[in-house]
C-alpha cells in the first residue's frame, strides 16, 4: 500500500470516528433543535466515510 493510500485511509477513519461521535451526541441532545438539523448530516458523512473505508478493502484483493 502506497503512502498516500495509507495516509487517506487514516483520514478516513479519523473522520467517520469525528462523525460518529457527533452523531452520538446528536442522539442523546435531542432537545436543542439546532442538533437535530445536523444529526442526519453526521449520518450522511458516515455513510460516505464508509463507502470511502471500504474502497480500500475492495483494492487489497
Known amino acids: 500500500m502506497s ?10 477513519e479519523k473522520i467517520y470516528n469525528t ?9 442523546t441532545h435531542r432537545n436543542e433543535e439546532l ?10 458523512l458516515q455513510r460516505d466515510t464508509d463507502k470511502l473505508y471500504a474502497m480500500f478493502f475492495d483494492d487489497d484483493d
Open 3 to 12: 503512502f498516500k493510500v495509507k495516509q487517506a485511509e487514516e483520514l478516513a
Open 19 to 27: 462523525t460518529s461521535v457527533v452523531d452520538s451526541y446528536c442522539k
Open 35 to 44: 442538533l437535530e438539523r445536523i444529526s442526519p448530516i453526521m449520518e450522511h
